[in-house]
Each structure stands twice: as structure tokens, then as C-alpha cells.
């Protein structure tokens, strides 16, 4: 058996190195057409991590992100794993089910849109 160690950067790495090789490059393809290129992903993903920097947010904090399907939240899941610790809730959960979760695991933060 041959081995062969092979470097793996974070997702983030992934995303960042595309957008300087190919920033015009479709990263993100939504079902009706619509896309995005990786240029707009950092973009999108640094304004993410400014919002949370402003809120306080850092390397030490853990954020439950309670988030829909799609562009968006793939966004607000690139930007929040480039600051800190992340816990996925999962939008199925009833309301007291989510302040179950929410309570026991103790979150610093709590990041979705309509709370």
C-alpha cells in the first residue's frame, strides 16, 4: 500500500483560494439559475465576519446558528467559521425544542434571521 500525506485546508481556505484564482468562477449555484461567484462569496463571507466582530464575537465564543437552506446561510456559515466555534441547530425543531438545545449547550450567541 502506498501512502501519501495530502495537505487539507479549512473549507474557508478552499473558498479564498478560488476567489484569487478564478474570483469570476460559479461557486454557488441556486436551483432557479441564479449564481454566485467566489469573488461574491468572500465578499459576502468578510461582511458576515465584520457583523460579528462588531457584536463582540470572537475566537473564544461559540455561536448556535439557527439557519435556512441555501445562499445565505452558506454565507453566514463561511464568515461565522472563520471567527469562532459554530453549532448547527436544526430549523426543524419545534420552539421549545430549540430553547432546550439552546439552554443545555449554553451558546454565547445565537445568529438567524427573524429572531
Given amino acids: 500500500m502506498i501512502s501519501q500525506e495530502i495537505e487539507v485546508g479549512s473549507v474557508w481556505d478552499e473558498?479564498?483560494?478560488w476567489a484569487e484564482r478564478e474570483p469570476g468562477a460559479?461557486?454557488?449555484?441556486e436551483p432557479g439559475g441564479e449564481w454566485w461567484s467566489y469573488a461574491t462569496l468572500q465578499r459576502l463571507s468578510d461582511n458576515v465576519v465584520s457583523v460579528l466582530a462588531?457584536?463582540?464575537?470572537g475566537p473564544a465564543d461559540t455561536v448556535?446558528?439557527?439557519l435556512p437552506d441555501g445562499s445565505?446561510?452558506?454565507v453566514t456559515l463561511l464568515?461565522?467559521?472563520?471567527?469562532?466555534a459554530y453549532a448547527s441547530?436544526?430549523?426543524g425543531l419545534n420552539?421549545?425544542?430549540?430553547?432546550?438545545v439552546i439552554t443545555t449547550t449554553l451558546r454565547d450567541w445565537i445568529v438567524s434571521p427573524g429572531l
Avoid: D
Fill in 15 to 17: 473558498v479564498r483560494s
Fill in 26 to 29: 460559479a461557486a454557488l449555484i
Fill in 54 to 57: 462588531e457584536m463582540g464575537v
Fill in 64 to 66: 448556535a446558528l439557527l
Fill in 72 to 74: 445565505q446561510g452558506l
Fill in 79 to 84: 464568515g461565522t467559521m472563520r471567527v469562532c
Fill in 89 to 91: 441547530l436544526n430549523p
Fill in 95 to 100: 420552539r421549545e425544542e430549540l430553547v432546550h
